[in-house]
């Protein structure tokens, strides 16, 4: 990884750029394409998109009982138990989480509600690929229970086999999802989206995946269907002061550039002496992973950034926007009180970043490329929506009507003013 020391203010916003991708326009006329053979043709685009892309002929695109049970036998008993307690810890989060429902009066005889009820059909996009997240079902399916939504439909790219990764099905049916098919990329979005002869059209559509399925969601969310965020290649931002240690540093930006070759790993340091040894630990450290070659790739876009006080660390971390954000330093609480744009703060030298993308509680589903400037990361709340209610008197409407004809009429909206008037006994 190169490293920057005390770099200028006006070098700052080209240091915090993200790995330049595929040519947008190109990306989005794919999307469109792939789009519109989907709306046109349904499951039978499905299947040719799964033979072009996935590599794979599908006989059947909805997973059945024989394959649940045959992953219930594949999925080793260890790797259940830790999913189960993964499983209960994320629950416990999301549950308190719940709200309780507001009522206030305004003013005599003037009452106004809210309540939270569950989304209807919700779709979940688990990505597959190199790595099948099994954990990201977790991260959906678990609210998605909680929130009490009444049909979940779950999407994941098929293996070249035809078949769905065994822990990703255990996982599904442990949080109670009935149906998943082998769908991905921007055809699963566009399945969703709009339905078809198998899979059920939805109402959101929560889950990352690659610039495909991000630009989908987004073309999509324009018109038919809800989306949690953007969700892009992932990322992690390492603050540390001299109190950090360079093994856990190195792991921590590892962990995140083996997620694939368009992810970015990032430290910023007060710290001169950690750069120079976190540059060669990360090196050490990649030597011996399976993903090297990926995580190779992610470095190349990577970035270590000296500078010169912890005030400056802030400062970029707040004009990055993270989507995970890793404080270690003597009192990371201090810096993450100062923080504003992150989608998750990790506080202290044994909080790596791995703990939330499995098993803290905390969901790891998170904005990124700078999103989260703007957006929260998937909670309860994601997979709900507000109903306002209001109930007046005929005391309530007395006092409350001759404000509202007032300003109704100086907008110029005669009919809002007599749905009043009327109430009150004006002729209209």
Not at 128 to 153: D, K, N, Q, W
Not at 168 to 178: F, N, S
Not at 230 to 240: D, I, K, T
Not at 384 to 396: A, D, F, M
Request: charged share 25%; net charge negative.
């Amino acid at each position: 990884m190169k490293i920057y020391s005390e770099p200028a203010r006006e070098e700052w916003d080209e240091l915090l750029a993200r790995p330049l991708q595929e040519e947008t326009a190109e990306v989005r006329r794919r999307v469109e394409s792939i789009v519109e053979r989907v709306r046109e043709d349904g499951d039978a685009a499905l299947r040719e998109l799964a033979d072009q892309f996935d590599g794979v002929r599908l006989t059947g695109l909805e997973v059945d009982e024989r394959e649940f049970q045959e992953a219930e036998r594949r999925v080793d008993e260890a790797l259940k138990e830790a999913i189960r307690q993964a499983f209960d810890h994320v629950a416990a989060f999301h549950r308190a989480q719940r709200m309780e429902p507001v009522r206030v009066e305004t003013m005599p005889g003037v009452e106004c509600c809210q309540r939270s009820v569950p989304i209807g059909r919700v779709g979940l996009y688990v990505p597959g690929g190199s790595a099948p997240l099994f954990s990201t079902v977790l991260m959906l399916a678990v609210p998605a229970r909680i929130a009490g939504c009444r049909e979940v439909t779950l999407c994941t790219p098929p293996r070249r086999d035809g078949s769905v990764a065994p822990e990703i099905l255990w996982t599904a049916r442990l949080c109670g999802v009935k149906r998943v098919f082998k769908v991905g990329g921007a055809q699963a979005v566009a399945a969703m989206a709009f339905g078809t002869e198998s899979v059920p059209k939805v109402d959101k559509i929560f889950g990352p995946g690659n610039r495909y399925v991000t630009a989908a969601k987004q073309l999509l969310g324009l018109s038919a269907v809800a989306i949690d965020m953007p969700a892009g290649p992932s990322e992690v931002l390492v603050l540390a002061d001299d109190t950090a240690w360079a093994e856990f540093v190195a792991a921590d930006l590892l962990s995140q550039a083996e997620h694939g070759p368009d992810s970015q790993a990032m430290l910023i340091t007060t710290s001169a002496a950690l750069a120079v040894a976190v540059a060669s630990e990360v090196d050490r450290q990649l030597a011996g992973l399976p993903r090297a070659e990926i995580a190779t790739r992610a470095l190349a876009e990577s970035r270590i950034v000296v500078v010169r006080s912890e005030a400056e660390m802030v400062e970029l971390a707040n004009r990055y926007a993270a989507e995970h954000l890793i404080v270690e330093t003597a009192r990371p609480e201090a810096v993450a009180e100062r923080i504003e744009q992150a989608g998750s703060i990790f506080l202290g030298h044994y909080s790596p970043e791995s703990a939330g993308d499995y098993a803290s509680g905390t969901n790891h589903t998170l904005p990124t490329s700078g999103w989260a400037a703007a957006y929260s990361g998937v909670n309860l709340d994601s997979f709900c929506k507000k109903i306002t209610l209001q109930r007046l008197t005929p005391e309530g409407l007395q006092r409350l009507g001759p404000i509202v004809e007032r300003m109704a009429r100086a907008e110029g909206l005669e009919a809002h003013a007599r749905a009043v008037a009327v109430r009150l006994g004006e002729k209209c």
